[in-house]
């Protein structure tokens, strides 16, 4: 597995994508609003946790006023995930 810290800004947002990676994650500050492929919304704040599938279709939006910070986990790691491109 690879972890890595996030930070997204109030107004932002992560395009709908999917990986083969199984991704957890836990939100620290904020509250981030997932989005998946059925339209269903799912709101995660500070001291949530999720759990996404491998391919399962998804995106982020922060719809509030903070930043939020949190925490991903890829199983299996992602040594040079697109983000860092």
């Given amino acids: 597995m690879s972890v890595q810290h996030f930070s997204i800004e109030p107004g932002a947002e992560v395009p709908s994508h999917s990986h083969h990676h199984e991704q957890?994650?836990?939100i620290t500050a904020g509250a981030l609003t997932f989005i998946?492929?059925?339209g269903e919304e799912v709101v995660c704040e500070a001291g949530?946790?999720?759990?996404l599938a491998g391919e399962e279709v998804h995106g982020?939006?922060?719809r509030g006023d903070e930043r939020v910070e949190g925490v991903d986990i890829f199983s299996p790691p992602?040594?040079?995930p697109d983000w860092q491109e």
């Fill in 60 to 62: 982020a939006e922060n």
């Fill in 78 to 80: 992602r040594p040079n």
């Fill in 36 to 38: 998946l492929a059925d």
């Fill in 24 to 26: 957890a994650g836990y």
């Fill in 48 to 51: 949530d946790s999720y759990v």
